[in-house]
């Protein structure tokens, strides 16, 4: 069967680059809800019923598995989600959980808190995301010791998708120099955005030398590697990509052609 890949917009496309270059030869079925993004600035129960409807598609395709490749619905949506909507044929997993347990250098198997591979963390994500407090509470769950410091990139997304690089760039310096206030000395940086990637250059360049950037699409297809070892009926042999948007199709693949540099064959839901 297809793994589902949801996104609320295009940011997901860098996780999903990073899952097929790991599994060649898995079908994916990539559902971006640009019709509704972006999430970031949604109320809590909109981000909900907007993921569940998204998985629900998803589902009726045939995935037996989805990736929440939005971070917004993984901090907020994922959990109430797997309590009360999930059938129990079915799996949905999000993206925040790989980077936790590379904070903690050790995958998370229920037990107790790690010691934490950082003692200062910088986590850059959407308004969202950062108001849920989704990242520090799950972090808490499994690490102990880090301090983590959030900072939301207001107008992140907005400017990539628009294609304005400027005005994309000051927004990171300012997160950045934001951050750093509060932690001058960071060891680790988070990119808790799948859009971020796009501007990982950028954090790099402003954080200071050295600090470990973590970013999600490695991360994330490594954790699918190990969760696809011990779940394999999820998995297929096909090798086929499906786009799918809920969007005005014309007006998406020329958003994405601009965001990634290639044509993208989206079509409509």
Do not use: W
């Not at 954790?223 to 990509?241: H, I, K, T």
Request: aromatic content about 8%; charged content about 20%; hydrophobic content about 45%.
């Amino acid at each position: 069967m297809p793994i589902g890949v949801f996104d609320s917009g295009f940011g997901g496309l860098t996780v999903l680059g990073a899952l097929r270059e790991r599994f060649p030869e898995q079908d994916f079925i990539y559902f971006g809800d640009t019709a509704n993004a972006p999430y970031g600035e949604r109320s809590a129960q909109e981000v909900v019923d907007l993921t569940i409807a998204g998985c629900r598609y998803l589902f009726g395709r045939g995935c037996g598995l989805v990736i929440l490749a939005c971070n917004t619905s993984s901090a907020i949506a994922l959990r109430p989600m797997q309590e009360y909507f999930v059938p129990a044929d079915r799996r949905v997993l999000g993206v925040l959980v790989p980077m936790i347990e590379a904070i903690a250098g050790r995958p998370y198997r229920g037990d107790k808190r790690a010691e934490a591979a950082a003692q200062n963390v910088l986590f850059f994500a959407t308004p969202g995301t950062v108001k849920s407090g989704a990242f520090e509470r799950e972090l808490a769950l499994r690490v102990s010791g880090p301090r983590v410091i959030s900072v939301a990139c207001g107008g992140l997304v907005s400017a990539l998708e628009g294609g304005d690089k400027a005005a994309a760039e000051r927004i990171v310096e300012r997160a950045v120099a934001e951050a750093l206030e509060a932690a001058p000395e960071p060891e680790m940086a988070v990119l808790g955005c799948t859009h971020y990637p796009l501007m990982e250059a950028a954090f790099r360049r402003a954080l200071p030398e050295g600090v470990n950037v973590l970013s999600q699409g490695v991360l994330v297809a490594a954790r699918l590697a190990e969760y696809l070892e011990r779940f394999p009926q999820f998995a297929s042999c096909g090798g086929a990509l499906e786009l799918v948007t809920s969007g005005d199709v014309a007006v998406v693949r020329e958003e994405a052609a601009r965001l990634f540099g290639v044509a993208l064959p989206f079509k409509a839901m």
